[in-house]
Structure formats: structure tokens, C-alpha cells
């Protein structure tokens, strides 16, 4: 319990002393020099679905775009696998 406590402590102080913002973003507010594309309805399209594409820009534009990257939920979601995995099938069951 100690050990997850301290990592969480530790990602929260990491994302507080350099925070991290979508590329898409960053260059939308000249953060980065040049332009930045979100692509990924490029790929909808290639395959036919070109209405999921346009849903998903929809989706992107109602979202927080200042949240951590990566999220803390992921990388908690994670840790617990990777622990999961490396523990002895006795402490598994």
C-alpha cells in the first residue's frame, strides 16, 4: 500500500512540475512551431467509415484537452497488471 501511495504521489508531482498537452493542442496554441494535425480520421476514412470519423471529432471537441497525458488512471490500471502478472500464482489466487 505504501509503494502505490508513493507512486501515485510521485506522477501527481510529475504532471505538476511538467505538465504535457496533446500536440494537436500545444500547436493549436503556438506552443509549437508549425502545424500539428489530428489524423486519426484519416484512418476512418480509409476504411469506409467516414461517419466514424466525423463522430469522434465531435467526441474530441467536448473533451478536457488539458488533462493529464498519460492518464494516472492508466498507468494505476497498469502497475496493477504488471503486478499481477509478475506475483507468484500463490498470492494470484
Do not use: C, K
Not at 501515485?8 to 500536440?23: H, N
Amino acid at each position: 500500500m505504501g509503494r502505490r501511495l508513493f507512486l501515485t504521489g510521485a506522477g501527481q508531482a510529475t504532471y505538476f512540475a511538467y505538465p504535457a498537452a496533446p500536440p494537436w493542442w500545444a500547436s493549436e496554441h503556438s506552443y509549437l512551431a508549425g502545424h500539428v494535425e489530428r489524423i486519426t480520421p484519416r484512418g476512418w476514412t480509409a476504411i469506409g467509415l467516414d461517419s466514424s470519423g466525423v463522430l469522434l471529432n465531435q467526441g474530441q471537441a467536448l473533451a478536457n484537452p488539458v488533462a493529464a497525458m498519460p492518464s494516472p488512471h492508466a498507468g494505476s490500471g497498469a502497475g496493477r497488471g504488471a503486478g499481477a502478472l509478475t506475483a507468484s500464482p500463490a498470492a494470484v489466487r
